[in-house]
């Protein structure tokens, strides 16, 4: 029988609490998989945000207070805790770094994280729990295995902890200037070499060099972050620190995203009820205003509206797309050309294109149940959920072959396969890729029997924990 460890996470969201998307995901689902039965001893560190809804901290209990030391600064710290589906949950208030509406996007989240990465500790030694393992995630952690070694690695108990950082896009990094080594870090001149990079303190960098394993979120990923496409100019540190590196699949929450539960749905189903599916489908296209045809395939994007999501690729043949027997449904927001370019669209072909220029989970969960296709021409993609969450609703993946996609689905075509693949960022061949999916859609026969599959396919977190166990023993042992 394997030995319970004790484990800390550290990170900066987590669902239910505050999320902004996949970290939060896997933070709200991962330990509890980890601590099922009292297999480990689990415990997770946020930040107390200001939007944490009422109705979580109405069961918080405050454990205590201390003082945290950023250099000459001195903050306080509240520690609450609330025990959530069998895992200890702490939260750390400051209300001068989180009493603020969101999480991210303001100048001084360096030293909005500094703080927390030092708290983490600071509560772990005042709590006198001092974990086998701290396992952090990105950057707004990863200053806490640097502060490990420079504050706690000697103190008496603290010298066996184990460190593991997982990256969930290396695209964000933790840069600041140099000057905030000693003046907010409180590192001495020593740690200048381990966090430079090209003339900034790089705390991804730092943390890949301390740490003792690093983890990505698919396998593809972690192979693909010795290439200077995808690792944002940290490639050369990847290939150095090589033999620490893993990839695990991101797994779901197979409860939350489940068709024959979700109150979000407007009709509940499983794989046996899929004319239910229809209904939805039915009721998606009258709530955006599309024609109710149950004939016609409605295609979903559910995404940030980012570079990296393959916009581009559709603003090269949307209008080819369009000539076909097709609606589309996009959900998300950011770059301003990609919003702008899908108001256009559907102001041209109301009929074929509904634009909902937001995030909204309820609302997403409406579109995966009533979509047939789910479309990620990503060109990275660390992991990716929602071709996950797509076909926990029977909502067929079209998808690019990189990353988390890569490992989660396979072609139609090749045995078992649970979508549709194509390989090259090249919009021509995601095109192809959406008319072989259509094709299929008007063979109501193989259609069904392809959403049956992908629906009972097992993305749950069961096989991705169980990874992560012989990571971590591998590392303790």
């Given at each position: 029988m394997r030995e319970q460890r004790k484990i800390l996470f550290a990170a900066s969201e987590?669902?239910?609490?505050?999320?902004?998307?996949?970290?939060?995901?896997?933070?709200?689902?991962?330990?509890?998989?980890?601590?099922?039965?009292?297999?480990?001893?689990?415990?997770?560190?946020?930040?107390?945000?200001?939007?944490?809804?009422e109705k979580y901290r109405a069961g918080f209990e405050l454990l205590g207070e201390l003082d945290v030391y950023l250099a000459w600064r001195k903050q306080h710290c509240r520690v609450y805790q609330l025990t959530y589906e069998g895992v200890i949950f702490y939260?750390?208030?400051?209300?001068?770094?989180?009493?603020?509406?969101?999480?991210y996007g303001y100048y001084d989240d360096g030293e909005?994280?500094?703080?927390?990465?030092?708290?983490?500790?600071?509560?772990?030694?005042?709590?006198?729990?001092?974990?086998?393992?701290?396992h952090v995630h990105d950057w707004q952690a990863a200053l806490v295995p640097i502060f490990y070694q420079a504050f706690y690695?000697?103190?008496?108990?603290?010298?066996?902890?184990?460190?593991?950082?997982?990256?969930?896009?290396i695209e964000y990094q933790g840069k600041f200037n140099r000057s905030v080594l000693g003046e907010l870090f409180g590192l001495a001149a020593e740690w200048l070499p381990v966090l430079e990079f090209k003339g900034l303190l790089n705390l991804i960098k730092g943390a890949i060099c301390v740490v003792d394993k690093v983890g990505t979120v698919s396998y593809s990923y972690s192979r693909e972050?010795?290439?200077?496409?995808?690792?944002?100019?940290?490639?050369?540190?990847?290939?150095?620190?090589?033999?620490?590196?893993?990839?695990?699949?991101?797994?779901?929450?197979?409860?939350?995203?489940?068709?024959?539960?979700?109150?979000?749905?407007?009709?509940?189903?499983?794989?046996?009820s899929l004319d239910k599916k229809a209904v939805n489908k039915?009721?998606?296209?009258?709530?955006?205003?599309?024609?109710?045809?149950?004939?016609?395939?409605?295609?979903?994007?559910?995404?940030?509206?980012?570079?990296?999501?393959?916009?581009?690729?559709l603003m090269c043949v949307m209008e080819e797309?369009?000539?076909?027997?097709?609606?589309?449904?996009?959900?998300?927001?950011?770059?301003?050309?990609?919003?702008?370019?899908?108001?256009?669209?559907?102001?041209?072909?109301p009929a074929k294109v509904a634009a909902l220029i937001t995030y909204d989970r309820d609302l997403s969960h409406k579109i995966y149940a009533g979509a047939d296709l789910l479309l990620m021409p990503s060109m990275v993609e660390p992991c990716g959920l929602a071709q996950m969450i797509a076909s926990r609703y029977g909502t067929v993946p079209i998808v690019r072959a990189t990353g988390g996609l890569r490992d989660s689905i396979t072609d139609y075509e090749s045995n078992g396969g649970n979508g549709f693949v194509f390989e090259n960022f090249n919009a021509h061949e995601m095109l192809a890729a959406i008319r072989r999916a259509l094709a299929l859609y008007g063979d109501k026969e193989a259609w069904t029997k392809l959403c049956g599959c992908v629906m009972r396919k097992d993305f749950s977190w069961k096989k991705s924990a169980d990874d992560y166990l012989k990571v971590y023993d591998e590392l303790l042992k």
């Open positions: 987590a669902l239910p609490f505050a999320s902004t998307g996949g970290l939060g995901d896997v933070i709200g689902s991962l330990p509890m998989v980890l601590a099922a039965g009292g297999a480990n001893d689990v415990r997770v560190m946020l930040p107390f945000y200001a939007d944490i809804p939260f750390l208030e400051n209300d001068y770094y989180y009493n603020r509406p969101g999480l909005r994280f500094a703080f927390f990465s030092k708290a983490v500790l600071a509560v772990a030694d005042k709590l006198n729990f001092v974990p086998d393992l701290i690695r000697s103190a008496a108990g603290w010298e066996n902890v184990k460190t593991m950082l997982t990256i969930h896009n972050l010795h290439y200077a496409h995808f690792a944002h100019g940290l490639e050369n540190i990847i290939a150095e620190n090589s033999h620490k590196m893993t990839g695990i699949l991101n797994g779901i929450n197979q409860e939350m995203y489940n068709p024959k539960t979700d109150p979000a749905l407007f009709v509940n189903y499983t794989y046996r039915a009721h998606l296209q009258q709530l955006v205003n599309l024609p109710e045809n149950p004939d016609t395939p409605v295609v979903a994007i559910i995404s940030r509206m980012v570079e990296a999501k393959g916009f581009d690729l797309l369009l000539s076909e027997k097709v609606q589309f449904v996009v959900l998300g927001c950011g770059d301003k050309k990609y919003e702008d370019f899908f108001r256009w669209t559907s102001y041209k072909y």
